[in-house]
Structures are given as C-alpha cells and as structure tokens.
C-alpha cells in the first residue's frame, strides 16, 4: 500500500529531524526534510505538516563574497521556529531569523523572508499575509472542492481504489477555474 508507506516515511523524517538537532512537537508529518546545515537552529511546534520540497535555511552564504575585506567572517546564521498547528507549503522556502506564528499556513512556493503572526495564511516571493486563517477556513469549509469522508478522516488511510472512485466522481462534473479575460 503506497498511503502506508508514506505515512511511515513520514513520521521517519520526523524522528531522522530529532536525531539531527532539530526540535520537533508532537504529531508532526514531514513529506519533504531538506535543512541545508544547522538543524540544531530549527524549532517546529505540535501538529505541523511540512509538505514536499521546503527548505529550512539556516544561514546565508552570501557574505562570503565579503571575506577579502574582512578574512575572519565566519558567516551569517538565524534560527527558524514554526509555531503549533501550521501547514508548511510545497517547494516553499523558509529563510533564517523568521518566526511563523501558530495556526498559519504558508502556500506553496512561498519565500518567507519576515516573521509571521498567528493566524496568518502567506502566500508568495516574498511572502506576504494573503488574509488570516480563519477567513481561510471559511472559504475551504464551503467550497465544492473540500471532501468530507466520516469513515476516513484525517490522516487515517482511506483505500487507494475507494480515494480514486471519490475523486474522479466528485470532480470529474466540477468546472475548472475560468481564465481572466
């Protein structure tokens, strides 16, 4: 079964991010653990899920173009904390000295060069605060597009024939997003 694989390579990251230094909460899933150097400077909170391709940067290799001027410079550091009950984004880039506050959401691809406060859904490069989560959880708990299953919630693995059936069914009568004009 692919779902249960995944799940356990997920919680393997999790454990593989403690061992290398990093502080991980409780009911964290990791589909993606890319901390370039420094984990030790990484803190993420209770019931994160951090998404394939993010990125955890620690430092800044830049100031090394500096080191004619100045031969002893050993760098430039920061340390990253994620708060409780976050959703970290798909290839989304978090840069050092930044603080996301708890129950945020960062979008896909974002580039998040600030501190963040709670309740704040970010999206872009850089990142930016699109609107706060609760007016998040408005609009998701009332599209067509978000599934319910009673049987099957969250992150209990629904059958991968019966997930297929639900989609395609669901959503093969859904229109896609128009283009602008």
């Known amino acids: 079964m692919k779902w249960i694989r995944i799940q356990d390579e997920s919680k393997w990251r999790v454990e593989n991010a403690r061992e290398m ?11 993606s653990l890319m901390v370039l150097s420094e984990p030790f400077l990484v803190e993420i909170g209770d019931n994160v899920i951090v998404s394939t391709d ?7 290799g830049g100031v090394f173009l500096f080191l004619d001027e100045v031969p002893n410079l050993r760098g430039h550091y920061g340390r990253i904390k994620i708060g409780n009950n976050c959703f970290i984004g798909s290839g989304s880039i978090i840069l ?9 959401i960062v979008g896909p691809g974002a580039v998040v060069m600030q501190s963040v406060p709670d309740g704040s859904v970010i999206m872009g490069n850089p990142a930016k605060v699109i609107f706060k989560t609760e007016l998040y959880k408005k609009m998701k708990l009332n599209s067509v597009y978000t599934i319910k299953n009673d049987q099957y919630p969250f992150p209990t693995i ?20 128009r283009t602008k004009a």
């Open 21 to 31: 230094g990093m502080i991980v909460g409780e009911n964290c899933r990791f589909f």
């Open 158 to 177: 629904m059958p991968e024939e019966m997930r297929k059936r639900l989609l395609l069914e669901h959503f093969r009568s859904l229109p896609l997003k």
């Open 96 to 104: 050092p000295n930044v603080a996301i506050g708890n129950n945020c």
């Open 54 to 60: 993010v990125i955890f940067l620690t430092h800044d």
